[in-house]
């Protein structure tokens, strides 16, 4: 399976705020959304970062409740780990576990098309599991 798939169930939509938002802001929009990061990005197309509530925790318990006001580049991951449409789900599987991360965006030529959390991953996989259980069900019934 390659990560287009994945998109074109879960569609590309991705959330991002500019360098500038204040951590308190951050913490708005992760919430409005529902969403565990944000690609941080001044045009919307360009990756700058990629900024996830556990940066937040870290930055919290290391420097206080004085964080909120400071912007997400100050607590944003800067070298951010890609991924291609046509990178295949074991790719992606790879980087986050080798990187420990989460989300991975996905670029066309250079410009955000897309973002990839281990919650797709997962949901990719099961339901790739449960197709293949199926198949063999059926072939070892006899049924189509």
């Known amino acids: 399976m ?3 798939d994945v998109l074109r169930v879960k569609g590309g939509q991705v959330v991002t705020v500019t360098p500038d938002t ?3 802001q951050l913490l708005t929009v992760l919430a409005q959304h529902r969403i ?3 690609v941080v990005s001044q045009d919307g197309i360009s990756v700058d970062g990629i900024v996830s509530e556990r940066d937040i925790v870290r930055a919290l318990a290391e420097r206080g409740a004085a964080v909120m006001s400071e912007p997400v580049t100050a607590i944003h991951t800067a070298e ?3 991924v291609a449409p046509e990178s295949h789900l074991e790719e992606v599987m790879r980087i986050m ?3 420990r991360v989460r989300h991975v965006p996905v670029l066309v030529d ?3 098309r897309g973002i990839v959390s281990i919650g797709d991953v997962v949901k990719s996989r099961i ?3 449960e197709s293949e259980r ?3 069900t059926n072939y070892i019934s006899g049924t189509r």
Do not use: Q
């Open 2 to 4: 390659r990560i287009s």
């Open 22 to 24: 204040d951590v308190r």
């Open 36 to 38: 565990g990061a944000v």
């Open 80 to 82: 951010v780990h890609t």
């Open 97 to 99: 576990t080798e990187h």
């Open 110 to 112: 250079g410009g955000l």
């Open 127 to 129: 339901d790739e599991l």
């Open 134 to 136: 199926t198949a063999l």
